[in-house]
């Protein structure tokens, strides 16, 4: 049974920083792209960030570019994001990811996906 669990979210003042991990299991996904999305409360599911699993090549949506960092460890299955000077609209359920698709931005591309973490950003 393929699994994707999110962990790291929390509560954060502005200009404050979080750093999501999502532990995979269940299946190798060497070769698959792991994507972190993420949802506001009333606004459609977005891209963030997505890492390629075997080159580690990364990609950004515009409105995490320079804040948020994606990384993973291929040896423990796990994908982080480091989400530095958070801002009141970084408000979301972000949502752990993972595509066959070469650094997909989509998420109709998406095959797996975590039950997702609150961030919450204070002004």
């Known amino acids: 049974q393929v699994q994707l669990v999110e962990s790291g979210g929390g509560l954060v003042q502005a200009g404050g920083s979080l750093r999501l991990s999502c532990a995979a299991s269940?299946?190798?996904?060497?070769?698959?792209?792991m994507g972190w999305f993420r949802q506001a409360p009333g606004k459609e599911r977005e891209f963030a960030a997505a890492?390629?699993?075997?080159?580690?090549?990364?990609t950004y949506a515009d409105s995490a570019k320079g804040r948020f960092t994606i990384s993973r460890d291929n040896a423990k299955n796990t994908v982080f994001l480091q989400m530095n000077s958070l801002q009141p609209e970084d408000t979301a359920v972000y949502y752990c990811?993972?595509?066959?698709?070469?650094?997909?931005?989509?998420?109709?591309?998406?095959?797996?996906w975590g039950q997702g973490t609150q961030v919450t950003v204070s002004s």
């Open positions: 990811a993972a595509s066959s698709r070469y650094h997909s931005r989509q998420e109709a591309q998406y095959d797996y």
């Open positions: 269940g299946r190798t996904f060497n070769g698959y792209t």
């Open positions: 890492i390629s699993w075997r080159y580690g090549t990364t």
